[in-house]
């Protein structure tokens, strides 16, 4: 298992990838669609906010099953919220970066 000072910045960083793409789409977006690229950034933040005080909190301390499951289950819950935040601005990218006919 990786140690949680390596799980908290490969989330970190991967959440900065994130940031980054909603960050351009927000740049480019029109007025009316901001607000909802905003409250996708405000998401991103918030998920990521939990996901390390999780880690940081792990249940089942001195027993290397429950933590390793507990372990498994977070990372699992984390590929799960990074696959639908990568689906949101693939979606809003498509629909800000296609030409108008």
Do not use: C, W
């Not at 607000?35 to 999780?54: G, L, T």
Request: charge should be negative; avoid cysteine; charged fraction near 35%.
């Amino acid at each position: 298992m990786a140690s949680r000072k390596t799980l908290k910045k490969a989330i970190h960083s991967e959440v900065e990838e994130m940031l980054f793409d909603l960050s351009i789409l927000h740049t480019i977006a029109p007025e009316e669609r901001q607000p909802a690229i905003e409250e996708i950034i405000s998401k991103v933040i918030d998920s990521e906010n939990d996901f390390i005080a999780r880690i940081s909190h792990t249940d089942g301390k001195g027993e290397r099953k429950l933590v390793r499951n507990y372990y498994n289950k977070l990372r699992e819950e984390y590929l799960q919220f990074a696959k639908e935040i990568e689906g949101e601005v693939q979606k809003l990218s498509d629909e800000l970066l296609t030409p108008e006919a």
